[in-house]
């Protein structure tokens, strides 16, 4: 069993930060990419940043471009997104999520199909 944990949200107002963590657990397996993805209340899921665990590129939405990071910590098997400068259309559901699969292409990695398993969500809320 794999497993996902989340952990890092809460309650801040507009213009601070969160650093969000996603550990992984349980069985070893193989993942190409981990990644971050959002959901409001209403709104479908949608994708935030992913990280090829291997060599550490990234792709972000346009959206958080330039205020959001994600990174990992190999040894640790966790991956962290760090929010700056974060406004109230940020507030939502965020999950992490690892892809087993190989894509050559980082633009397959936006999408959550491509991801095998979840954690179980942290919320975070910005407030104006």
């Known amino acids: 069993q794999v497993q996902l944990v989340e952990s890092g949200g809460g309650l801040v107002q507009a213009g601070g930060s969160l650093r969000l963590s996603c550990a992984t657990s349980?069985?070893?397996?193989?993942?190409?990419?981990m990644g971050w993805f959002r959901q409001a209340p209403g709104k479908e899921r949608e994708f935030v940043a992913a990280?090829?665990?291997?060599?550490?590129?990234?792709y972000y939405a346009d959206s958080v471009k330039g205020r959001f990071t994600i990174s990992r910590d190999n040894a640790k098997n966790t991956v962290y997104l760090q929010m700056n400068s974060l406004k109230p259309e940020d507030t939502a559901v965020y999950y992490c999520?690892?892809?087993?699969?190989?894509?050559?292409?980082?633009?397959?990695?936006?999408?959550?199909?491509?991801?095998?398993?979840w954690g179980q969500g942290t919320q975070v809320t910005v407030s104006s």
């Open positions: 999520a690892a892809a087993q699969k190989y894509y050559s292409n980082s633009i397959y990695y936006t999408g959550a199909g491509q991801y095998d398993y």
């Open positions: 349980g069985r070893s397996f193989s993942r190409h990419a």
């Open positions: 990280i090829r665990w291997s060599v550490g590129s990234t």
